[in-house]
């Protein structure tokens, strides 16, 4: 893969100040004591700095946050930084602290991760899903670590930390990972059914996959027709197969059809036997016949219920 022209990987300190949260003051006071961030001098006599130290640079302000000293943590590489970090929810024994620490580890795992989308480096990327997967659990990994890497990568976007070719890399492996994963959860399954899509228009799939991630997770056989599915597909699929869930997801970026009237129209058409369950950011509200959920944690929730339901009829 090609990488982008050098000059645009590089950054005025006021700008690596901005997007790291740290004073271009404490940044010069770091880089003449410890070395680092180190610095490019250009032609024009005018220092630059890399924007994929970023990452690291956050990490540090984050354990600085926790009571670590400058001159501990400075010099540290992300992965030091994420190993320090986390080990404080071993050696802590109030609950809140603990809960506080994993969620720092989090943190600094994210932003690993997002260094390895400065370098486009997929392997290092995907083997760091696989751990954190095998570590966490599904579940965790979508609520914890999965969902903070998209905001993440979104805010670099917005930012202009990260181009755009950075944040389709980013999807794509992610994309990658969460379908295999799913598909491999949801193989020779014989329970009940549910049916996944999105809206047409819709051009972002993340939601879906972490959805059907979790969906995976319950008895239920998933079928997914993914994006920019038309209403009418949904409808026919829905009433020719009678699953007991239809499940949409909504992207606050979608260009779709007026999602309110979009899900009006599939639950009239829909038997009124099939429950319907809507997720996202661009999920409107209080629709009759359609169950809102916000978060991947309570739609884990909601499915145990459901499930539950379901053996007793």
């Known amino acids: 893969?090609?990488?982008?022209?050098?000059?645009?990987?590089?950054?005025?300190?006021?700008?690596?100040?901005?997007?790291?949260?740290?004073?271009?003051?404490?940044?010069?006071?770091?880089?003449?004591?410890?070395?680092?961030?180190?610095?490019?001098?250009?032609?024009?006599?005018?220092?630059?700095?890399?924007?994929?130290?970023?990452?690291?640079?956050?990490?540090?302000?984050?354990?600085?946050?926790?009571?670590?000293?400058?001159?501990?943590?400075?010099?540290?590489?992300?992965?030091?930084?994420?190993?320090?970090?986390?080990?404080?929810?071993?050696?802590?024994?109030?609950?809140?602290?603990?809960?506080?620490?994993?969620?720092?580890?989090?943190?600094?795992?994210?932003?690993?991760?997002?260094?390895?989308?400065?370098?486009?480096?997929?392997?290092?990327?995907l083997q760091g899903f696989h751990q954190q997967w095998n570590r966490v659990g599904p579940l965790r990994f979508v609520a914890d670590c999965a969902v903070p890497f998209i905001k993440r990568v979104g805010t670099g976007w917005e930012s202009g930390e990260l181009t755009v070719a950075n944040e389709h890399f980013a999807t794509e492996c992610l994309s990658s990972f969460l379908t295999g994963k799913w598909r491999q959860l949801n193989s020779k399954k014989q329970g009940w059914t549910v049916l996944m899509a999105t809206l047409p228009g819709e051009t972002h799939n993340l939601g879906l996959l972490m959805a059907a991630v979790v969906a995976s997770l319950s008895n239920a056989k998933i079928t997914y027709l993914g994006l920019d599915t038309p209403l009418e597909d949904v409808i026919a699929t829905a009433n020719k197969h009678s699953p007991e869930l239809l499940c949409i997801s909504i992207s606050n970026g979608a260009k779709t059809l007026d999602p309110e009237d979009s899900l009006l129209k599939i639950r009239k058409g829909l038997n009124k036997k099939i429950k319907i369950v809507s997720g996202g950011n661009g999920t409107p509200d209080n629709l009759p016949g359609i169950l809102k959920i916000e978060d991947f944690i309570n739609f884990n929730d909601w499915l145990g219920d459901f499930e539950n339901t379901l053996n007793l009829t």
Request: charged share 30%; net charge negative.
């Open 1 to 125: 893969m090609t990488q982008p022209d050098k000059m645009e990987n590089l950054i005025s300190i006021g700008e690596l100040a901005r997007l790291t949260g740290i004073t271009t003051h404490t940044l010069r006071v770091w880089e003449k004591r410890y070395g680092t961030p180190h610095s490019q001098r250009l032609p024009s006599g005018h220092r630059r700095y890399p924007k994929e130290d970023v990452p690291r640079l956050r990490a540090i302000a984050k354990a600085l946050e926790s009571g670590y000293r400058a001159s501990k943590v400075v010099s540290g590489t992300l992965e030091e930084l994420q190993g320090l970090m986390g080990l404080r929810s071993f050696t802590d024994t109030n609950p809140a602290s603990t809960e506080e620490s994993e969620s720092s580890s989090n943190e600094m795992l994210v932003e690993r991760w997002v260094m390895e989308i400065h370098g486009y480096d997929d392997d290092a990327l």
